[in-house]
């Protein structure tokens, strides 16, 4: 889905204002660098520069979206916008020399280009030389924006001949939106956005049935050690046929982390911060002390600690809920 400049500013603050504003001035770089965790927005950012040069009914920064130059570099159509993407593993020296062969002809619209290099990190040392003197003789009317992950993989002398603005993890709430915007239910949004600030990732698990099965499984452990009930016979026939691998316990144990947590909130009076807000009812029905909350909280994250020492897994489980049982 298309974002506007104001969408992106709310995402990227500081990088959203640097660019709208030079746009403004029409004071735009002849070369960024936009750096920072997958799925904060520097593609969409990527795009929408490309957009506010190209737009032919611009209005201040923002462009319309609507117009064929818009619609166009949405689809990746547009024949002055030129991205650039690793082929297998890398991005190769022939890549970047096809980018200047298409940048030294003559537009037959726009004498204006833009190229966007994904994953920049990944350039060959060849590329990387060749991309380096096509920026060390930028033309007047030639945009490129480099898009990495790993900027400490860039050589210096590229990183010297571009601004670079750093994009940071997506606030959760915003990450929240984002992931409604995007069809996921609130409750799985709200958990997603705890377990990571990536808005691929939070997407990728608000996807899989997986997920929605293993908070589900959270909910139910939470109700069956609240009722005293036998929470090791449901970990024995539940949880460990569906957390079956490391990372997946993992996970599991992260958010059996954020619901004890919530029990925490409820008490304190802060239920804004609650993650389960669809499970109140039963968060608000589990009378534990304070004391026994701050032990669970403790004696999970010691679980954690032993998945990664390689202890077995069914036994890491089965220890852990016997602990949560005694308080």
């Known amino acids: 889905m298309a974002k506007t400049w104001e969408q992106l500013r709310m995402m990227q603050p500081i990088a959203g204002k ?17 750096e920072g965790p997958k799925g904060t927005g520097k593609l969409e950012t990527a795009l929408q520069i490309a957009k506010s040069v190209f737009c032919s009914q611009r209005e201040g920064f923002e462009p319309c979206l609507a117009c064929n130059n ?5 689809s990746g159509n547009h024949p ?5 993407k690793p082929d297998g593993l ?4 022939q890549q970047i020399q096809d980018l200047q062969e298409e940048f030294s002809k003559t537009g037959l619209e726009s004498n204006k280009k833009v190229y966007i290099i994904e994953h920049a990190e ?9 991309l380096l003197k096509f920026l060390e003789e930028p033309k007047s009317e030639t945009t490129a924006v480099l898009l990495t992950e790993q900027i400490q993989q860039i050589l210096d002398t590229i990183l010297s001949r571009c601004q670079i603005l750093t994009f940071l993890p997506l606030q959760k709430n915003l990450l929240i939106e984002q992931l409604k915007e995007r069809g996921a239910p609130l409750s799985l949004a709200s958990t997603a956005a ?27 452990l939470c109700e069956a050690l609240g009722k005293e009930t036998s929470s090791l016979f449901f970990v024995q026939e539940k949880w460990i046929k569906h957390f079956a691998e490391k990372e997946q316990l993992q996970m599991g144990l992260d958010m059996l982390l954020l619901i004890y947590k ?24 589990l009378s534990y002390s304070q004391k026994r909350m701050i ?25 852990l809920v016997l602990r949560l049982q005694e308080g």
Not at 80 to 84: F, H, L, P
Not at 90 to 93: E, L, M, N, T, Y
Request: glycine share 0%; proline share 1%; charged share 25%.
């Open 18 to 34: 640097m660019l709208t504003n030079s746009i403004v001035k029409q004071r735009l770089s002849h070369a960024y660098l936009l």
């Open 295 to 319: 032990s669970a909280l403790s004696y999970i994250l010691e679980a954690k600690n032993k998945l990664n020492a390689n202890v077995s897994l069914p036994l890491v489980l089965e220890q």
């Open 122 to 130: 990944r350039m060959t040392a060849n590329a990387a030389n060749t």
């Open 194 to 220: 705890q377990l990571t600030n990536n808005l691929e990732e939070a997407l990728s698990f608000c996807d899989e049935e997986w997920f929605a099965q293993a908070r589900t499984l959270v909910i139910k």
């Open 90 to 93: 890398s991005i190769k020296k």
């Open 80 to 84: 002055n916008v030129y991205i650039v």
């Open 262 to 285: 919530d029990l925490l909130y409820v008490q304190l009076g802060e239920r804004e911060k609650v993650v389960f807000q669809d499970q109140r009812a039963l968060l608000e029905s």
């Open 70 to 74: 818009c619609r166009r570099i949405e």
